[in-house]
Nanobody, 126 residues
Framework: QVQLVESGGGLVQAGGSLRLSCATS????????MGWFRQAPGKEREFVGTINWRGDRTNYADSVKGRFTISRDNAKNTVTLQMNNLKPEDTAVYYC???????????????????WGQGTQVTVSS
């Protein structure tokens, strides 16, 4: 059974930073793209960023480009989202997601992901 567990969320002031981690168990993740999504209250889930299987290609939503960075450690089956210069509009539940085995590229489409974590709350105060 594949499990994804996010950690690192919390409350931070605008302009601050947080580092989210996603640990995966149940299968190796080194042959799949991974991504981060978020959902704010009353809004649909939206794409944040994605990374390919080797970690050498990333893509970000325009709203976070230049502030957020995704990285991965395949030896540890983890993916990380470094969030800097946070804004109140970044407040949301953040989810990590994993594609099926051998889907090597990242993706901005939530429908391309087979596995999801439970989410971690990020709250940015003004």
């Amino acid at each position: 059974q594949v499990q994804l567990v996010e950690s690192g969320g919390g409350l931070v002031q605008a302009g601050g930073s947080l580092r989210l981690s996603c640990a995966t168990s149940g299968r190796l993740t080194g042959n799949s793209g991974m991504g981060w999504f978020r959902q704010a209250p009353g809004k649909e889930r939206e794409f944040v960023g994605t990374i390919n299987w080797r970690g050498d290609r990333t893509n970000y939503a325009d709203s976070v480009k230049g502030r957020f960075t995704i990285s991965r450690d395949n030896a540890k089956n983890t993916v990380t989202l470094q969030m800097n210069n946070l804004k109140p509009e970044d407040t949301a539940v953040y989810y990590c997601a994993l594609r099926k085995a051998y889907d090597y590229s990242g993706s901005s489409a939530s429908s391309d992901y087979a596995y999801w974590g439970q989410g971690t709350q990020v709250t940015v105060s003004s």
